[in-house]
């Protein structure tokens, strides 16, 4: 009853997700990414205005090389990811080997592209919650050892917002299993209507009363 299927919605996003490039699905991770490791690459050029204290120095140092190293593996990760993980396309292979020919089967068909999509949904949550508050802590530590007043410690602040970009930006997996799931709903919700029943009043007479109709099918 729901439509598209969800073994018609995984074919369509496979076939998305072929001509999607690299820089598509983690878009917002990956620029957040490169936004922690330009600030971390700044933060070590860094000069200090004055003297400061050996801890202090090493602080920044630290700081600096947690910026690199954090956002340079949220790169790697995410186009590693790219390359490596296609979840609609491997359910995609796995649903077409499976037989569709009595209710049986085809019910048993869309149960496992539901949970295809679900699966997906889930992983994208996860690198979504992963991204965010490591990205945001390596900011916000860079931007308290970074020199006061400095350009660094301004763009390290703003980096702060970026890493929060995910959480707006969510990924096309999270989206699609919403959107199946209000599909769902629409079908399987109850359907009510206002209208007037005829009642008897007396012999050969009847009058018309409002009344709510409502109507569940599966």
């Not at 299927?5 to 699905?25: I, L, N, P, Q, Y």
């Not at 983690?26 to 200090?48: C, D, E, R, W, Y």
């Not at 296609?86 to 020919?101: D, F, I, V």
């Not at 997996?173 to 005829?198: H, M």
């Amino acid at each position: 009853m729901v439509t598209p299927r969800a073994s018609e919605r995984v074919e369509m996003e496979a076939k998305k997700e072929s001509d999607s490039g690299m820089f598509s699905t983690h878009l917002p991770i990956q620029v957040s990414g490169a936004f922690t490791m330009t600030n971390g690459l700044l933060l070590m050029m860094a000069k200090n205005e004055g003297p400061v204290s050996l801890d202090r120095e090493a602080s920044k140092k630290y700081a600096a090389l947690t910026g690199l190293g954090v956002g340079a593996g949220w790169l790697a990760t995410t186009i590693l990811l790219s390359q490596y993980y296609n979840p609609y396309g491997s359910a995609n292979k796995e649903l077409s080997g499976m037989p569709k020919g009595s209710s049986r089967e085809q019910l048993a068909r869309e149960r496992m592209a539901e949970e295809s999509i679900d699966r997906a949904a889930a992983i994208g949550r996860r690198l979504t919650w992963l991204s965010v508050i490591s990205q945001a802590g390596t900011s916000a530590y860079m931007t308290i050892n970074a020199p006061k007043s400095s350009l660094v410690q301004m763009t390290s602040a703003a980096s702060i917002v970026v890493a929060l970009a995910p959480l707006i930006f969510k990924y096309r997996w999270q989206r699609v299993a919403n959107e199946q799931e209000d599909y769902k709903k629409k079908i399987y919700g109850p359907v009510a209507s206002l209208g007037y029943f005829n009642i008897p009043s007396g012999p050969q007479q009847t009058s018309l009363l409002p009344g709510l109709l409502v109507s569940w099918r599966y």
